[in-house]
């Protein structure tokens, strides 16, 4: 392997914006935010949907509003007479 470019990996620390929830881990991902975590700084990188709080892995079912979404394609595409 050449060392040059490869992208190096170091601590990271991605958190869940619903439950709080940390999972510690090793990426190439970087951020402005550090936060120290058992004695290693981590990079700390904020994400709306993880494994705990996804509705695949939760069981829980939640409705998504799309109505607009659904309404704008229907225009969009609805045929002219």
């Not at 170091?10 to 935010?33: A, E, I, W, Y």
């Amino acid at each position: 392997m050449k060392p040059e470019i490869h992208p190096k990996s170091h601590p990271v620390c991605f958190r869940d914006v619903s439950s709080g929830k940390n999972f510690l881990t090793q990426s190439t991902m970087k951020s402005d935010r550090k936060e120290t975590i058992d004695g290693i700084e981590y990079d700390v990188v904020v994400r709306d949907i993880t494994m705990d709080s996804h509705p695949v892995y939760t069981g829980e079912k939640r409705f998504v509003d799309s109505a607009g979404r659904v309404e704008k394609f229907q225009n969009k595409f609805r045929r002219k007479r």
